[in-house]
């Protein structure tokens, strides 16, 4: 079976970690990315047998990289660690990359409850969705479950270290001719306290950095 890496960036995730790498499909490999944990998210995941790789500087975007740095797969996805996305549909994202049949696939999240995915953070998804696709990238969501070949995602040259990483790499992998396409996958209430789209505050700072990094693709 081939390996694929699942980078999960992870900061005060230890209520989350056992149900994420309990549910990692076969032949997927989990590497957590620590981003400053306080919670002993670290220790936790490596008893639970993931390989951890510390990323002192703080962002998402900085966990991210660093995940793919550490990756030796072929084929990298990126996976929430706050078990708001199910590791098992994994595949969904990886299989059509696997099979050369899409060079970038995302998850388009579909709420499993009412409560899954904030209003606020709906609505900024959305309106994110639509310049997208006016843009000509035909997607309904800027999923954070995505997959592509590691080689390629390096060769992109992503600058963004904070939350306009994801939005960052989908332009440069428009630019570059890139097939991008997406699935569905389940969006369930995260574990833990929210450190970006549950909170007013991280959604706004979240759109701020994506509105910077769509300034600087598309002046």
């Known amino acids: 079976m081939k390996l694929v890496d699942v980078v999960l960036p992870c900061l005060d995730e230890a209520e989350a970690l056992p149900y994420v790498l ?3 499909p076969e032949g997927y490999r989990a590497i957590v990315v620590d981003n400053g944990s306080t919670d002993g998210s670290a220790r936790i995941a490596a008893e639970l047998g993931a390989m951890v790789v510390t990323e002192p500087r703080r962002g998402f975007g900085a966990a991210c ?4 740095d550490a990756a030796t797969a072929p084929v990298v996805c990126f996976c ?3 078990a708001s996305l199910d590791p098992r549909q994994l595949p969904r994202v990886a ?3 696997l099979a050369g049949e899409s060079d970038l696939v995302l998850g388009r999240r579909m709420p499993v409850t009412a409560g899954a995915w904030p209003p606020h953070a709906r609505i900024a998804n959305r309106l994110l969705a639509y310049r997208l696709r006016r843009a000509g990238v035909n997607l309904r969501d800027l999923g954070p479950m995505r997959a592509a070949r590691r080689t390629e995602l390096l060769g992109l040259g992503v600058a963004d270290r904070r939350s306009g990483y994801p939005l960052e790499t989908v332009l ?3 630019r570059s001719g890139w097939r991008i396409t997406e699935t569905e996958v389940d969006y369930a209430p995260r574990t833990g306290r929210s450190k970006v789209t549950g909170t007013l505050t991280g959604t706004v700072q979240a759109v701020r950095d ?5 300034k600087q693709a598309t002046r």
Not at 65 to 68: E, K, N, P, Q
Not at 210 to 214: D, S, T
Request: glycine share 10%; aromatic share 4%; charged share 25%.
């Open 22 to 24: 309990g549910r990692m």
């Open 65 to 68: 990289h660093a995940g793919l």
């Open 80 to 82: 929430d660690c706050d």
């Open 95 to 97: 299989e059509p990359v």
């Open 172 to 174: 440069a992998a428009a």
């Open 210 to 214: 994506m509105n910077r990094v769509w």
